[in-house]
């Protein structure tokens, strides 16, 4: 009996990786992710300059009325939130985008810590503000890279 099973298992192997390699022959290409999307390239880009602005002005402001927390609710409360979503909603368009969104949603976790940390502290110490820039800059140069793969299609199993 056990002889069969692996007979079985065997020939389930060996009719898999012929249909694997008659694929790779016929030169049809495996995605695993989505396609490179240029608009959210783009929004990216806007979104990632328009942070960084923020974060500068912070470090400007320290210590000063412009730097308080209650005078920033706006970029916390209806910037970034509208930014993610725009962000989530273009990347929720495409199939196989899970490793885009999962990326954005960590970025929108970073900036929340940003903004906890500032509510917290009524401002942004410089500490905290390389803290968050580090984590903030990294999910940036993530999500861009990883839209740079898409492009270069290094997505693809040929």
């Given at each position: ?30 995605k ?25 002005k ?44 999962t ?10 810590i ?19 820039q ?25």
């Amino acid at each position: 009996m056990s002889r069969r099973i692996v007979r079985g298992a065997g020939a389930w192997a060996l009719t898999g990786a012929a249909l694997l390699a008659l694929t790779l022959a016929a030169g049809c290409p495996a995605k695993f992710v989505s396609d490179y999307d240029p608009q959210l390239d783009k929004q990216l880009t806007e979104f990632q300059k328009k942070v960084e602005t923020f974060i500068n002005k912070m470090a400007v402001y320290r210590g000063k009325p412009e730097g308080r927390y209650e005078n920033n609710t706006d970029f916390y409360q209806k910037e970034v939130p509208v930014e993610i979503k725009l962000l989530l909603f273009r990347a929720n368009l495409q199939d196989k985008n899970q490793e885009t969104i999962t990326m954005i949603e960590l970025l929108q976790n970073n900036l929340k810590i940003m903004e906890e940390l500032h509510k917290d502290h009524g401002y942004l110490s410089e500490r905290d503000l390389k803290q968050v820039q580090r984590g903030i800059n990294t999910s940036f140069r993530s999500l861009m890279l990883f839209e740079q793969e898409k492009r270069t299609g290094r997505g693809e199993a040929k």
